[in-house]
């Protein structure tokens, strides 16, 4: 289950940045997934620093993160984790009933 868990914290790593890019580029009609990024990137103003900025940067990219990890936990212990354990309940069953 723990295994599970984790790779919907992993998938959500990548996957929510590309999601936020790809839905901010059909909102906003910025186009593509380069100029969606470049867009995105521009909101960040440059006055706050070398640091700050890559910083900002990234809280900008990260946005919704917490929503997509809820999502994905939920997905992979679904797909990788309830699947064997319903196939093998099934399994049990069918053996039992066959006895």
Known sequence: ????ALVGVEVSI???PLEMIRIQGQNCGTGGLFSS????????PATYGLVAHALGNASVFSRGMTAT???????CCGQF???????DALENR??????
């Open 1 to 4: 289950f723990i295994s599970a």
């Open 14 to 16: 990548l996957l929510s």
């Open 37 to 44: 990024t470049k867009s995105i990137a521009a909101k960040v």
């Open 69 to 75: 990890m809820h999502r994905e936990i939920k997905y």
């Open 81 to 87: 984790f309830l699947c064997k354990y319903i196939a």
């Open 94 to 99: 069918n053996s039992a009933a066959h006895a």
